[in-house]
């Protein structure tokens, strides 16, 4: 913690061995995420391409198994370390623009996991197991060919801005 001088405002720093341990934390957290989102076009893009019924059933099925709770775990956890880090290091939480757009972008990729994706995949999962059973002819996963696409390209944004660092500061 470090006190500034001539004030009574107190303000909450990382020690350098604390911060690096965050970083990787949240390092890790964004290739985990990144990582599970291209287990997860594969998967979503083989299901829709092959005209193997069994691989089909095998791959939308598959993605019921990972797809939405490590990918909630993984934006919650780079969530929380990207806050920690904003909160304690020079950058605070809204003080730069790059900041906030990373902020931005990972409150809503993570609400989309529950909201958007996880009812997505749970249909395909059915469809699959339904396909299985032998009752349905094709398995629709339209819609889920969507988030694949989006996700990583967000991702790879939020690198990019943790790289570069534009913008500079908001004015207040």
Same mark, same amino acid.
Request: some cysteine; overall charge positive.
């Given at each position: @913690? &470090?006190?500034?001088?001539? !004030? &009574? =405002?107190?303000?909450?720093? /990382? ?6 341990? %965050? ?5 890790? #957290? $964004?290739?985990?995420?990144?990582? /599970? *989102? %291209?287990? @997860?076009?594969?998967? %979503?893009? &083989?299901?829709?391409?092959?005209? *193997? *019924?069994?691989? =089909? ?10 797809? %939405?709770?490590? @990918? ?7 969530? $929380? ?9 020079? +950058?605070?939480?809204?003080? +730069?623009?790059?900041?906030?757009? =990373? ?6 990729? !993570? ?26 002819? !094709?398995?629709?996963?339209?819609? @889920? ?5 989006? #996700? ?7 690198? /990019?801005? #943790? ?8 004015? =207040?």
């Amino acid at each position: @913690m &470090t006190v500034h001088s001539g !004030t &009574t =405002k107190r303000r909450f720093r /990382l020690g350098n061995r604390t911060r690096k341990g %965050v970083l990787v934390v949240h390092i890790v #957290s $964004v290739g985990a995420w990144i990582g /599970l *989102d %291209v287990v @997860m076009a594969v998967l %979503v893009f &083989t299901g829709v391409l092959t005209d *193997d *019924d069994g691989t =089909k059933v095998l791959a939308f099925q598959a993605l019921e198994l990972f797809a %939405v709770w490590p @990918m909630f775990i993984s934006g919650v956890t780079c969530l $929380v370390s990207g806050v920690v880090l904003a909160l304690g290091t020079k +950058y605070g939480l809204l003080r +730069y623009w790059w900041v906030a757009a =990373k902020l931005v972008l990972n409150v809503v990729l !993570t609400a989309l996991v529950l909201l958007s994706l996880r009812g997505g995949v749970a249909e395909v999962a059915e469809q699959g197991r339904r396909l299985a059973a032998g009752a349905l002819d !094709t398995v629709v996963a339209g819609d @889920m060919m969507f988030p694949p696409i989006v #996700s990583p390209t967000a991702l790879l944004i939020a690198v /990019l801005l #943790s790289v570069f660092k534009p913008w500079g500061r908001i004015q =207040k």
